[in-house]
């Protein structure tokens, strides 16, 4: 099956420091990805859709210049945390389309800002 | 705005027991709704998908039927084991294409006692 996969899988960071989380699609080509951050005990929350060759869409309220994502290529994705801070620190999960009907997800990348 | 609902928040019951997980969502003008399993500090998996024109979905002991008009799915899982124990979320998708969201409920976190 379509596999996704997250790098890092835990990041430990300095307040103020910049973290950049890699997504890869491995056994296929997603012309999107999906990032999601997700909060103990809730659901995921949407942060924004990256398109391959243009800019990503944010999700209202997500603030675009604190999370940079760039989609370079059909297989790769990145998510750059700028200036971290502690609230930031979170679980952050990307999916990537294969179809127009179905999402594979990434295992996810542990943030702890100190 | 679309709106995913999983009650309880979580559930526990002994192994080998039928249980019924349920999802209910706001909009029935759906796509398509997925659910998916989650274990602790990992990433997402995909159980089933069910197309809107589907009734329902089976992968081994794993049963979801989709009744759009009244915005309800439900995840039936046959004679549980503790391996299944797991957070498990049901996500509706709106339109095709590869853009299309999802939309995720909180989740049910499942305990299966021994």
């Known amino acids: 099956g379509a596999v996704v996969s997250q790098h890092p899988s835990r990041v430990i960071c300095k307040s103020g420091t910049s973290v950049k989380i890699e997504c890869r699609s491995l056994?296929?080509?997603?012309?999107?990805m999906f990032w999601y951050r997700q909060f103990p005990k809730k659901s995921l929350m949407l942060m924004a859709t990256?398109?391959?060759?243009?800019?990503?869409?944010?999700e209202q309220g997500v603030e675009k210049d604190k999370f940079l994502i760039n989609h370079a290529s059909l297989t790769l994705s990145t998510l750059t945390v700028t200036s971290a801070h502690p609230e930031d620190s979170s679980f952050y999960i990307c999916?990537?389309?294969?179809?127009?009907?179905?999402?594979?997800f990434g295992p996810g990348t542990r943030l702890t800002v100190t | 705005k679309q709106e995913v609902t999983q009650i309880p928040a979580a559930l526990s019951v002994p192994e080998g027991e039928n249980l019924v997980l349920n999802c209910s969502f706001t909009?029935?003008?759906?796509?398509?709704l997925q659910w998916f399993r989650q274990d602790p500090g990992k990433g997402l998996t995909s159980l089933l998908l069910?197309?809107?024109?589907?009734r329902e979905q089976t992968s081994g002991r794993l049963n979801a039927s989709l009744d759009k008009s009244s915005g309800r799915s439900t995840l039936y899982i046959a004679a549980s084991q503790p391996g299944d124990s797991a957070t498990y979320l049901c996500?509706?998708?709106?339109?095709?294409?590869?853009?299309?969201?999802?939309?995720f409920g909180k989740g049910i976190t499942l305990s299966v006692r021994p």
């Open positions: 999916s990537a389309g294969q179809s127009d009907y179905e999402q594979y």
């Open positions: 056994d296929f080509q997603a012309t999107t």
């Open positions: 990256s398109n391959e060759g243009s800019k990503a869409t944010y």
């Open positions: 909009d029935s003008a759906i796509y398509n």
């Open positions: 069910i197309q809107s024109s589907q």
């Open positions: 996500a509706v998708r709106l339109y095709s294409g590869a853009n299309s969201k999802l939309t």
